[in-house]
T-cell receptor, first 115, second 112 residues
Framework: DAGVTQSPTHLIKTRGQHVTLRCSPISGHKSVSWYQQVLGQGPQFIFQYYEKEERGRGNFPDRFSARQFPNYSSELNVNALLLGDSALYLC??????????????FGPGTRLTVL | RKEVEQDPGPFNVPEGATVAFNCTYSNSASQSFFWYRQDCRKEPKLLMSVYSSGNEDGRFTAQLNRASQYISLLIRDSKLSDSATYLCVVNPLASNTGKLIFGQGTTLQVKP
């Protein structure tokens, strides 16, 4: 079975632009979470979606938004890009929203560079 | 204070050595604990879950001390292929969102 897929793999944008990142979860998984990982730090939670509804939001500004589609794929949108948004954006899928036995599987990430 | 704290290292050890990493967490209500492994410029991958009774998977042993709010990972007989960043991860669970809180990561470099 295919794992979590993300597109694009790399992206270069300039300050003030908008970006859309895409994620397809593992088949059968209904939950998608987004994380931001800046160099030298662990991933930081941005959003979780389950059954097309937002179930959790991290401490990120309103410039960050996301949605989940009927096929459970997801998009992360970032408006008015800042230099500090340069990071690896990771998508993770799981079968459910929570549960200590519900493993989150990560995609390869999208590496965003803001110039 | 960070919610999950780890010594970033790097830990430089020879092949065959035993190495231990510790991690502390601040939320005493946290329910689930994990160690993830992340290779350079790759995604994190689940190494093992951590249970109160402790658990072992081959050369890897994870332990949880709820009273002191720390988690440990022991790697025995280190291999060159163990070189990676090890991320301590906590799921608070109380929010029922599946949100994972990651530590900064500890870098391990195993040398021949």
């Amino acid at each position: 079975d295919a794992g979590v897929t993300q597109s694009p793999t790399h992206l270069i944008k300039t300050r003030g632009q908008h970006v859309t990142l895409r994620c397809s979860p593992i088949s059968g998984h209904k939950s998608v979470s987004w994380y931001q990982q800046v160099l030298g730090q662990g991933p930081q939670f941005i959003f979780q979606y389950y059954e097309k509804e937002e179930r959790g939001r991290g401490n990120f500004p309103d410039r960050f938004s996301a949605r989940q589609f009927p096929n459970y794929s997801s998009e992360l949108n970032v408006n008015a890009l800042l230099l500090g948004d340069s990071a690896l954006y990771l998508c993770a899928s799981s079968r459910r929203t929570s549960g200590d036995t519900d493993t989150q599987y990560f995609g390869p990430g999208t590496r965003l560079t803001v110039l | 204070r960070k919610e999950v704290e780890q010594d970033p290292g790097p830990f430089n050890v020879p092949e065959g050595a035993t190495v231990a990493f510790n991690c502390t967490y601040s939320n005493s209500a946290s329910q689930s604990f994990f160690w993830y492994r992340q290779d350079c410029r790759k995604e994190p991958k689940l190494l093992m879950s951590v249970y109160s009774s402790g658990n072992e998977d081959g050369r890897f042993t994870a332990q949880l001390n709820r009273a002191s709010q720390y988690i440990s990972l022991l790697i025995r007989d280190s291999k060159l292929s163990d070189s990676a960043t090890y991320l301590c991860v906590v799921n608070p669970l109380a929010s029922n969102t599946g949100k994972l809180i990651f530590g900064q990561g500890t870098t391990l470099q195993v040398k021949p």
